[in-house]
């Protein structure tokens, strides 16, 4: 887990996008597995679970419906849908219509996409806006266990984040010489 940190406008963001491929670099070039992204295309795009500022859910749709849409563009996970929102606790809330949810449940909902597919490579920006202490130790709990099948996540944030893994790597791009 590297934990990309910083203040204001110092380009956590446009980092993010860039290891997403959404925004190419100014110079040099991101390597997965020893290879630049943009000659892996699919088979890096396809391990990429990519949660932005936005929470990037449609709010015509239901819970379940916006769930089913995030999987028909990656890779399914196995775990039932109804089982994804009840590890998010908006399980009540399958049927609901996502515009009428509070900005904390759209967020649950945004990373709920983390669990309905099967993406090795997670990046977050700002993964814990709009969420209470309870659903951030929730997601800090899930974010361990991504860690614990060997998956790899990046992510900002200006809230603590503080795992039992031993993985966590820091990366200050504020910081003063």
């Given at each position: 887990?590297?934990?990309?940190?910083?203040p204001?406008?110092?380009?956590?963001?446009?980092l993010?996008?860039?290891?997403?491929?959404?925004?190419l670099?100014?110079?040099?070039?991101?390597?997965?597995?020893g290879q630049?992204?943009d000659?892996?295309?699919?088979?890096?795009?396809?391990?990429?679970?990519?949660?932005g500022?936005?929470d990037?859910v449609?709010?015509?749709?239901?819970?379940?419906?916006?769930?089913?849409?995030?999987?028909?563009m990656?890779?399914?996970?196995?775990?039932d849908?109804?089982?994804?929102l009840?590890q998010?606790?908006?399980?009540?809330?399958?049927d609901s219509?996502?515009?009428?949810?509070?900005?904390?449940?759209k967020?649950?909902?945004?990373?709920a996409?983390?669990?309905a597919?099967?993406?090795l490579?997670?990046?977050?920006d700002e993964?814990?806006?709009?969420?209470?202490?309870?659903?951030m130790e929730?997601?800090?709990?899930?974010?361990?266990?991504?860690l614990?099948?060997?998956?790899?996540i990046?992510?900002?944030?200006?809230?603590?984040?503080?795992?039992p893994?031993r993985d966590l790597?820091?990366?200050?791009?504020g910081?003063?010489?």
């Amino acid at each position: 887990m590297l934990v990309v940190e910083g203040p204001n406008g110092c380009g956590k963001t446009s980092l993010l996008r860039i290891l997403t491929g959404l925004r190419l670099a100014d110079s040099g070039e991101i390597l997965w597995r020893g290879q630049p992204i943009d000659r892996l295309a699919g088979d890096y795009y396809e391990q990429v679970n990519y949660v932005g500022h936005h929470d990037g859910v449609k709010y015509e749709l239901s819970c379940l419906e916006n769930l089913r849409l995030a999987r028909a563009m990656g890779v399914p996970s196995p775990l039932d849908l109804d089982d994804v929102l009840e590890q998010v606790n908006l399980y009540a809330y399958g049927d609901s219509e996502v515009g009428s949810l509070s900005a904390g449940q759209k967020r649950r909902l945004a990373l709920a996409r983390l669990l309905a597919t099967d993406s090795l490579l997670w990046i977050l920006d700002e993964p814990f806006t709009s969420l209470d202490k309870a659903s951030m130790e929730m997601f800090a709990g899930l974010f361990e266990q991504h860690l614990q099948r060997d998956g790899v996540i990046v992510v900002t944030s200006h809230h603590d984040i503080s795992l039992p893994t031993r993985d966590l790597q820091r990366l200050n791009l504020g910081a003063q010489a």
